[in-house]
């Protein structure tokens, strides 16, 4: 599976020179960034010691949904272990969650925040699962470069693994399910039910492939009721 690592506003080249190194030590090679362009300042390339082609090659995009525009899978870092609206997954929990979407995804994404304040409610909104470090400390921090490094490396086995075959679908199935339960949900007049929206928005992200394609089978037949 190919695996893109996207900052989000990074305002410091440092951070940027330090997070290109761990991508390159850990064997990822694709870096997008939204709304910077602090990469193009020579302190990211002398932090990015042996990490060039990395920074010459990073793509720009003024929003996080342009970023993410194809891409299968989205996961979000994030310090709020228990984010409304997701599943939040630890580091090492990432990598057999990874390992079942790759049989049936060929690109995710790995979602950093700013250096100040991360991401906003409505960019976590786009991702399909949550992820942060745990720490112990009062006053937990990691700086990106670092932030980078622990999920670099705790997902450095995926790399190893051989690339199965993709089969490529029209639409990302797990979108494409988000928006037809929450269709449905309007149609049965329950949208309103917070409880059961926030569900249905927590556990999509962890379906597997059969479980999406059941379920997807499912709201079928259930439209088709509807309609008739």
């Given at each position: ?11 410091r ?7 290109a ?20 300042e020579?302190a ?8 060039g ?32 609206f997701?599943y939040y997954?630890t ?32 960019e ?41 075959p993709?089969v ?17 949900l ?43």
């Open positions: 599976m190919r695996l893109s690592i996207v900052l989000v506003s990074p305002a080249a440092e951070n940027i020179g330090a997070a190194r761990a991508m390159k030590t850990m064997g990822f090679t694709e870096m997008r960034i939204v709304d910077s362009q602090a990469h193009l020579p990211a390339k002398w932090v990015a010691h042996g990490s082609e990395i920074l010459e090659n990073i793509q720009t995009f003024p929003t996080l949904a342009d970023a993410l525009h194809d891409v299968d899978f989205t996961i979000a870092t994030t310090a709020r272990s228990r984010a409304r997701h997954a580091p090492q929990e990432l990598v057999p969650i990874l390992q079942e979407k790759s049989q049936w995804m060929g690109h995710a994404a790995l979602v950093f925040g700013r250096e100040d304040s991360g991401l906003t409610n409505d976590l909104a786009l991702a399909d699962i949550l992820t942060g470090v745990p720490m112990v400390a009062d006053y937990p921090s990691l700086n990106l470069g670092q932030a980078v490094m622990v999920f670099c490396y705790q997902l450095s086995a995926l790399t190893q693994m051989p690339t199965p993709v490529e679908d029209n639409e990302n199935q797990l979108k494409a399910l988000r928006a037809r339960a929450m269709s449905l309007t149609q049965l007049q329950v949208a309103d039910d917070v409880k059961l929206a926030d569900w249905l928005q927590q556990r999509i992200g962890l379906l597997g492939q059969r479980d999406t394609a059941m379920l997807h089978r499912l709201l079928h037949d259930i439209e088709k009721n509807i309609a008739d």
